[in-house]
């Protein structure tokens, strides 16, 4: 089965992927890091697979990736100070593809992740690729790569309990914070507030759990994560202002990537991979898990 015959529309993504953080929010265990994570299937012999030349059986063969994800965002990529390993949906992908490359969970190096140092990172050479909520623009697109997307959500707004921002004419004027660097601080300027920028997500809750801003913005997921945390001093309001295609960023030095990237994703989702990761993370409130969205054509 190819893709595209895998599409669903956005809205009804989106909303099925509120219910089963809402559902997590019920349960208040979203950040918890002991969370349920998936046993992957390595591929053996995988250099054998890829051309010589390629940067898949560079790593193939050292049998060693570095893979760049949150580690603050519940449901998304989340590793507690004790834990071995980070947890989510972005993680998952990341060992779906690693074991493509025969590589396992315990040999991947995960680095933390922070908007602003996502395309810093990939230039670098710090990290193989980056699974870090990491929306697909045009502008991105200019300096690395972005294979994609195999997840699709929309910004909303974090608030206190009490708060009276329930809509987007409510935060003309106010303070709203998002991380340095991300799509989500130009969107809500647009519409009349005065953003502020962290370097990480957490700090932005503790804004607003402080009452020191007024809301916190970024793609309803990872909202409602926080929200699950402190589900009676914050709730998630609005409908998804925004469209956020979540993509594999790797280095424009390697663009054969890119349909590997795409072609291991399709496979998973072809499979039972992709389903077991979204269950295994977001879809913990039982909500069936949605449609993959159809990914973009790799550049030629």
């Known amino acids: 089965m190819r893709l595209h015959t895998r599409f ?5 993504l989106v909303a099925g992927l509120g219910l089963a953080l809402s559902g997590l929010a019920a349960c208040g265990d979203a950040g ?23 940067r898949m059986k560079e790593l193939a063969e050292s049998g060693e990736i570095t893979i760049g994800v949150k580690f603050d965002q519940p449901g998304i990529g989340f590793k507690g100070a004790t834990d071995d390993m980070p947890t989510g ?28 140092n996502r395309e810093p990172y990939l230039i670098d050479g710090e990290v193989d690729l980056v699974l870090a909520s990491y929306s697909i623009t045009p502008e991105r697109r200019e300096v690395v790569g972005q294979a994609g997307p195999y997840y699709v959500t ?28 991300s799509t989500s601080l130009e969107n809500i300027e647009a519409e ?3 953003p502020r920028g962290f370097d990480t997500y ?6 607003v759990l402080s009452g020191a801003v007024d809301a916190m913005t970024t793609d ?23 469209e956020e295609r979540y993509g594999v960023g790797y280095s424009l030095d390697h663009p054969e990537m890119c349909q590997w990237i795409v072609d291991t994703l399709t496979e998973a989702q072809d499979g039972d991979a992709y389903d077991a990761a979204f269950e295994a993370t977001l879809g913990q409130s039982g909500v069936d898990t949605p449609e993959a969205p159809e ?3 790799c550049p030629e």
């Open 154 to 181: 929309g910004q909303q707004l974090l608030v206190a309990s009490d708060s009276d921002i329930d809509s987007l004419d409510d935060v003309k004027g106010t303070e709203v914070c998002s991380v340095t660097g």
């Open 8 to 12: 669903h529309r956005t809205a009804a």
């Open 89 to 116: 949906i972005d993680p998952e992908i990341g060992k779906i593809l690693a074991a493509s490359l025969g590589i396992a969970p315990e040999d991947i190096t995960w680095k933390e992740t922070i908007s602003d």
């Open 32 to 54: 918890d890091g002991d969370a349920e994570t998936v046993d992957v299937e390595v591929e053996e012999d995988a250099a054998d697979a890829f051309d010589d030349g390629t």
């Open 202 to 207: 957490s700090e932005c809750v503790d804004q």
């Open 220 to 242: 309803g997921a990872i909202l409602l994560g926080y929200a699950a945390e402190n589900p009676d001093e914050l709730k998630v309001v609005v409908d998804p202002f925004s």
């Open 295 to 297: 990914m973009d054509a």
């Open 192 to 194: 009349g507030a005065e």
